[in-house]
């Protein structure tokens, strides 16, 4: 059974920095192909994909809002995906939620794209 769950959420004010974690299940990092994606979905607001990565040659992407500010990477052998998160802002606020598209290494922001999802953690910027 794939199962992904978060970690690394909390409280931080502006400007400072956290790391969300992505362990992962029921699949092997080293072995199989997939894309791993960071989302985010701030209240009355729809789910965003954030960054993305895939095991094949370890592309990244990210999305335009935090590029140059947010890092994600991936250590096989904890099979486990994180974002590195620096200079946060108020807008940042939202519950982070990783996902899993196994059998592809297509990178995607979409949320459509995924299968497995993790249940979600809390990040709130203080302004």
């Known amino acids: 059974e794939v199962q992904l769950v978060e970690s690394g959420g909390g409280l931080v004010q502006t400007g400072g920095s956290l790391r969300l974690s992505c362990a992962a299940s029921?699949?092997?990092?080293?072995?199989?192909?997939?894309?791993i994606g960071w989302f985010r979905q701030a209240p009355g607001k729809e789910r965003e994909g954030v960054s993305c990565?895939?095991?094949?040659?370890?592309?990244?992407h990210y999305a335009d809002s935090v590029k140059g500010r947010f890092t994600i990477s991936s250590d096989k052998a904890k099979n486990t995906v994180y974002l590195q998160m620096n200079n946060l802002k108020p807008e940042d606020t939202a519950v982070y939620y990783c996902?899993?598209?196994?059998?592809?290494?297509?990178?995607?922001?979409?949320?459509?794209?995924?299968?497995?999802w993790g249940p979600g953690t809390q990040v709130t910027v203080s302004s």
């Open positions: 996902a899993a598209n196994l059998g592809s290494s297509i990178l995607s922001r979409s949320p459509v794209e995924y299968d497995y």
């Open positions: 029921g699949f092997t990092f080293a072995f199989d192909d997939y894309a």
């Open positions: 990565i895939n095991n094949s040659k370890g592309k990244t």
